[in-house]
């Protein structure tokens, strides 16, 4: 979601809260934000909501700009989903490399201007640029390790290990494979649905790349027949 010169800080911090805390009831104790270093702003919003201290990090890191013009911090919200999921650093947290805090949702905060020679004045309008990942949090709500074992994906899979005569989560390789024809047939139905058809240049090529590549995985875990209009019929019926 976008705000061009209309709600900033003070009004998307609370809403994001609200958002994660009482409309999905995510426990609010396992939820981690990171700022920018010398966002105060931000920092003060969030202990206003109820953040505990210990659970806001500052990170130089979160800048988002891209060369001159609109530029600014960002504060991003994750879940710590236990420590049988981290590295077990003493330096693990959000932003670690690991899988234990997953981002659910960055707030970036377009207020300043970066001009040619290198300042940063403020901007008049201030925006909002925020993304939450909706496959992210239906895999915390679902209790789900990873975005393919939820609703949005896994019925294709499920198709997929009836073709082959396979099953999900014994070998990896098979696994990767099934994951590809899952994400695969997914943009493919959708492309196809949004009238791109296959051709050599331009997104007709990425959806003819992605329809061999669904087909050479189905190969590799040994489906030698025609399956992915059945895996498309399975898109569909998920998604009408
Ligand atoms: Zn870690």
């Known amino acids: 979601n976008f705000?061009?010169?209309?709600?900033?800080k003070k009004e998307i911090i609370p809403w994001s809260w609200e958002f994660l805390t009482k409309e999905?009831?995510?426990?609010?104790?396992?939820?981690?934000i990171t700022i920018h270093t010398e966002d105060d702003e931000a920092h003060d919003l969030w202990r206003e909501v109820g953040v505990p201290e210990?659970?806001?990090?500052?990170?130089?890191?979160?800048?988002?700009?891209?060369?001159s013009g609109?530029?600014?911090?960002?504060?991003?919200?994750?879940?710590?989903?236990?420590?049988?999921?981290?590295?077990?650093?003493?330096?693990?947290?959000?932003?670690c490399d690991c899988d234990r805090y997953l981002e659910l949702w960055n707030l970036v905060f377009t207020q300043f201007n970066q001009m040619p020679d290198g300042t940063y004045?403020?901007?008049?309008?201030?925006?909002?640029?925020?993304?939450a990942g909706l496959e992210r949090l239906a895999s915390v709500i679902?209790?789900?390790?990873?975005?393919?074992?939820?609703?949005?994906?896994?019925?294709?899979?499920?198709?997929?290990?009836k073709v082959a005569g396979v099953e999900y989560g014994k070998d990896a390789d098979t696994d990767v494979s099934l994951k590809v024809i899952a994400d695969h047939a997914r943009s493919m139905t959708f492309m196809?649905?949004?009238?791109?058809?296959?051709?050599?240049?331009?997104?007709?090529?990425?959806?003819?790349?992605i329809l061999r590549r669904a087909v050479r995985h189905g190969r590799l875990i040994g489906i030698n027949e025609k399956f992915l209009a059945g895996a498309v019929d399975v898109v569909i019926s998920m998604f009408g």
């Open 70 to 95: 609109p530029c600014g911090p960002d504060s991003e919200i994750h879940i710590d989903l236990g420590p049988e999921r981290g590295c077990g650093k003493p330096t693990c947290g959000p932003g």
């Open 3 to 8: 705000s061009f010169g209309d709600y900033f």
């Open 142 to 161: 679902q209790g789900k390790p990873s975005n393919f074992e939820t609703d949005l994906m896994f019925p294709i899979i499920e198709y997929a290990c």
């Open 24 to 32: 999905l009831e995510l426990p609010a104790d396992k939820l981690w």
């Open 54 to 67: 210990e659970h806001i990090v500052r990170l130089a890191d979160n800048w988002w700009e891209i060369g």
């Open 121 to 131: 004045p403020p901007l008049k309008s201030k925006n909002i640029d925020t993304g």
């Open 192 to 209: 196809i649905g949004d009238g791109i058809l296959p051709s050599n240049e331009g997104r007709g090529y990425v959806l003819r790349r």
